[in-house]
């Protein structure tokens, strides 16, 4: 077997609501092979990992899943089994998979649910599936296990899955934001994350924030400055002073007395920091060790505390104890080391709540002045001191003692924050008790105890998993802090898909929340824009642009179109909107990334509806039956939502059913838009006034501008406001590409992007009402990415309308042959109008050239385009011009009868285009 492919699905997903991988797996020689299949197979991989006899699959209940592979099931499921399995003897904590065909014999797609706050880069999953992928193989093969073997492979992802997880202190802050509701991005590997989105974003690095003095981090890494401004301000430290030669620092020991201690002046974790010198040779060496720029101090008196502020409070503070072992008579020091370090909460650097003690030089040192070495045997009892700093990162810990601290202890650390100027502080002290009071400063002689360090950025693990005492959530003090009053860092949002008019109804959702002052970030398949100003080109429907959107802290309010290619390869950008909106399912896309009928693009579009958070707005277009059906899905919850439709219909039975119970929808009724609510009916705006409705001639118009109403409706933007908004949208500025008419002489060009049968017969309806249906010649191209039937409804929706075509080939052709689009389409437009004129051109520049040469005066060209930009750009260099929208319809005069648009039941109902 072996993994083809690996992708994340970074969000919430068809699949799943959390993050997942997505494996692409052929079985090769196990194709068509099943585990019942081979003798033995089974037991070898239980006895390689018994922990699969727990596993429940579709039974329900332990043990399910043997029961599958001993009936017979494909070697595709067992590799997703075993990969969970193997995830939770690291540690990581995942249980949900799935394995489906990818089309082809011996092809599976593996979906694996991924923790919350792995990184978006881990290669941990694709680690995790080729181990075993190649597990299975082997056991298949019956080759032997060796359970040497795959120990070194699990410790070996172990350590990977330590590397790239978050520590104890970041991973804090993201536990207490998922509990609030709010946001929490990781960037890449590191412990950099976003919280909340917008304007009301944050970001949060460990423990410092974005409003974290940039000056105060500097003051607290420098200790001797540090020292100096306490100093100044009467606060209680250690008399001392900088050093940056051995001569300097000995002269300090001597105006000092010992013991003292050296550190150096930019140290960081207690690092090179050493107590207890006595001796001009013991501080000359520390001062070498700790790099030749130092400070000494002499050394306080009384026990080692931490205490934390946040935002101006106590939140916790720890009585911290160097590193040490307790001797039993019995084992060395080295081996009491080995036994402590055993412990699981004991890791390497951060990852965990604490750290492994290192042997190294320093723990030497010290044991020396206990006349001890690490092959040494202390007696039963005996502590035995390793490290003389109290840090956790050289394999301290710590006591809880936030009860216990005494007001004045309280007072003077917070004063010493707001000296320092920083939001988020763990300030060191030496004092006999915290419970007691701290004596003022005074002649430096007399100073026994007070504070000896001041840290930015302070580590949490000691608060968050005391040894001793109670666990403080200080991640909570520090989101609490981030997002007072309760706010989940949220700005309100509305998520748009379906199969026409996303782009169309998101352009005009956000003019018209524009209109309440709202600073607007919209993604399109055109792209990013902010504000009203494009800061990104190209298709910006997928996560990435929705994060682009809602990770900037400029924007107030997101409207996300949000296509199907990027929730079905990467997912949603996002948790949870205020508002969803599906515009109409129909045929399109189908053949591509496992799609094969209408019902499974349901599928994927019903996942914007789930999305919307309890309480939210769903907005669902009532002449759709695919979109009516979505209220019964049992993961959309309607009942939660409050539901609101729109439509053409207002006789619809779901809709009058809706109106009966008191609720709202926005109709088209008697040439107008209205607000139904229950049995009120409220005007808004003319059908005929509706902008790119051409007099009323492109009712589609009119159903994408209900759609937007009650988007920004439901995000409290006021009737008159969205009313007045949408009269001032202006189609060829605000919607560029749909439905934008053009004159050039005495022809007009109709420009638009429909590029499937449902949106090309509504377009051409649209050219029928205004120009009748013998003057429409048509420069087309179709996207290469289409199934052949539906690329043949879009052909012969075309021969119904059209007199004259002239057919091009996108630039991309999205896989298929040099000339087969137009070739195919030119196929079916002639089986199905011989008489049509069909010409084939070389490029887009090209077949409008030619079309305008086919087209007559009072003919309309109907123009589609793969891209918008150099269309629009070439229309414009041939010297066609904005038309007057208000075009006499041609169905008021004489005409004879069109025919029918299309033989493709998606062609058969009025969408938005």
Request: proline share 6%; aromatic share 4%; charged share 20%.
């Amino acid at each position: 077997m072996k993994i083809l492919s690996i992708r994340r699905l970074r969000g919430p997903n068809v699949h799943l609501s959390r993050p997942a991988v997505v494996a692409r797996l052929r079985l090769d020689d196990l194709t068509g092979r099943e585990t019942s299949d081979i003798e033995g197979f089974t037991e070898r991989l239980l006895r390689a990992l018994p922990g699969l006899a727990d596993h429940h699959c579709a039974a329900g209940a332990p043990g399910g899943f043997v029961s599958r592979m001993r009936g017979g099931t494909y070697f595709g499921h067992v590799t997703e089994h075993v990969s969970i399995e193997l995830s939770q003897r690291i540690g990581r904590d995942v249980s949900f998979g799935r394995t489906v065909s990818a089309g082809e014999p011996g092809l599976y797609d593996l979906i694996v649910e991924c923790p919350a706050d792995e990184s978006p880069d881990s290669t941990l999953p694709g680690e995790l599936l080729g181990t075993a992928a190649a597990l299975v193989t082997s056991i298949a093969a019956g080759e032997p296990v060796r359970a040497a073997d795959l120990g070194h492979h699990l410790a070996t992802l172990a350590a990977l899955a330590e590397r790239e997880a978050t520590g104890p202190s970041t991973r804090s802050i993201i536990v207490a934001a998922r509990r609030r509701g709010i946001p929490v991005e990781r960037y890449a590997d590191l412990s950099l994350l976003r919280l909340g989105w917008g304007s009301r974003r944050r970001l949060a690095w460990a423990a410092m924030t974005d409003r974290t003095s940039g000056v105060g981090v500097d003051i607290a890494a420098d200790k001797q400055v540090t020292r100096r401004l306490l100093e100044d301000a009467g606060v209680p430290v250690a008399p001392g002073g900088a050093a940056r030669t051995a001569q300097e620092a000995v002269r300090l020991l001597t105006t000092l007395g010992a013991p003292v201690v050296v550190k150096p002046r930019q140290g960081r974790q207690g690092e090179h920091v050493t107590l207890n010198l006595c001796t001009p040779k013991e501080v000359s060496d520390a001062f070498t060790a700790a790099g030749g720029d130092v400070v000494v101090e002499r050394q306080l008196d009384g026990r080692d505390y931490r205490v934390l502020i946040v935002a101006g409070e106590v939140v916790a503070a720890a009585e911290r104890v160097a590193a040490h072992v307790i001797g039993d008579g019995q084992n060395t020091v080295a081996g009491l080391v080995a036994r402590t370090n055993a412990d699981p909460r004991r890791g390497d650097g951060h990852a965990r709540v604490l750290t492994r003690i290192s042997l190294d030089d320093h723990a030497h040192l010290v044991l020396d002045r206990q006349n001890l070495t690490p092959d040494s045997v202390p007696a039963a009892g005996r502590q035995v001191w390793l490290r003389d700093n109290a840090n956790l990162s050289t394999g301290g810990t710590g006591t809880d003692v936030t009860d216990l601290v005494h007001p004045d202890v309280a007072r003077l650390c917070l004063r010493v924050a707001a000296l320092v100027g920083l939001d988020i502080v763990g300030i060191d002290l030496r004092l006999e008790d915290i419970a007691a009071p701290v004596p003022p400063s005074g002649e430096p002689g007399l100073i026994l105890t007070g504070v000896i360090e001041v840290n930015a950025v302070p580590g949490l693990r000691m608060h968050l998993a005391p040894v001793h005492g109670r666990s403080r959530d200080v991640g909570d003090a520090i989101v609490r802090a981030m997002f007072p009053a309760g706010s989940d860092g949220r700005i309100p949002t509305v998520a748009i898909t379906g199969t026409n008019g996303k782009t169309t109804v998101a352009r005009l959702t956000a003019c018209l929340l524009g209109g309440t002052g709202l600073r607007i970030g919209l993604t399109t398949t055109e792209g990013v824009s902010i504000d009203g100003r494009t800061v990104h080109r190209g298709d910006a429907t997928g996560p990435r642009s929705a994060q682009m959107v809602l990770g900037d802290p400029g924007v107030q309010a997101a409207v996300l179109e949000t296509a199907r290619g990027g929730t079905l390869r990467r997912g949603l950008g996002y948790d949870w909107t205020d508002v969803g909106v599906i515009t109409n399912i129909t045929a399109d896309h189908l053949g591509q990334d496992g799609l094969d009928s209408i019902e499974d693009l349901a599928h994927v579009k019903a996942l914007v509806a789930e999305r919307v958070r309890d309480g939210g707005t769903l907005v669902l277009n009532a002449d759709d039956p695919w979109v009516r059906s979505l209220v019964d899905r049992p993961r959309v919850r309607a009942d939660r939502k409050r539901l609101v439709w729109f439509g053409t219909d207002p006789a619809q039975p779901v809709v009058a059913q809706h109106l009966g119970r008191g609720g709202v929808a926005y109709l088209m009724h008697d040439g107008w838009l209205v607000q139904a609510t229950g049995a009120r009916r409220t005007p808004l705006l003319r059908v005929e006034e509706v902008p790119g409705s051409f007099g009323g001639a492109a009712p589609y118009a009119a159903v994408n501008a209900l759609a937007a109403l009650a988007a920004a409706r439901a995000l409290g933007a006021s009737q008159d406001l969205v009313v007045s908004r949408l009269t001032e949208f202006t189609p060829r500025v605000h919607n560029p590409g749909r439905a934008t008419l053009l004159r050039l002489g005495d022809v007009t060009l109709f420009v638009d992007y429909a590029h499937n049968p449902a949106a090309i017969a509504t377009v051409l309806r649209t050219l029928h009402r205004l120009f009748g249906p013998h003057r429409c010649v048509a420069a087309v191209t179709l996207p290469g990415d289409r199934r052949d039937d539906l690329l043949a409804a879009s052909a012969q929706v075309l021969a119904d309308g059209v007199t004259r075509a002239v057919l091009y080939e996108d630039e991309d052709p999205r896989g298929r042959a040099p000339g087969e689009v137009p070739a195919l389409v030119e196929r079916e437009m002639r089986m199905r109008r011989p008489t049509l004129t069909a010409v084939r051109a070389s490029g887009y520049r090209a077949a409008v050239g030619e079309a305008l040469r086919l087209a007559v005066s009072g003919d309309v060209v109907l123009v589609l385009y793969e891209k918008v930009g150099p269309m629009l750009a070439c229309l414009e260099e041939l010297g066609a011009v904005p038309a007057d929208s208000t075009v006499v319809h041609a169905e008021r005069l004489p005409a004879r009868p069109a025919r029918s648009l299309g033989l493709h039941p998606a062609a058969q109902t009025t969408v938005p285009s």
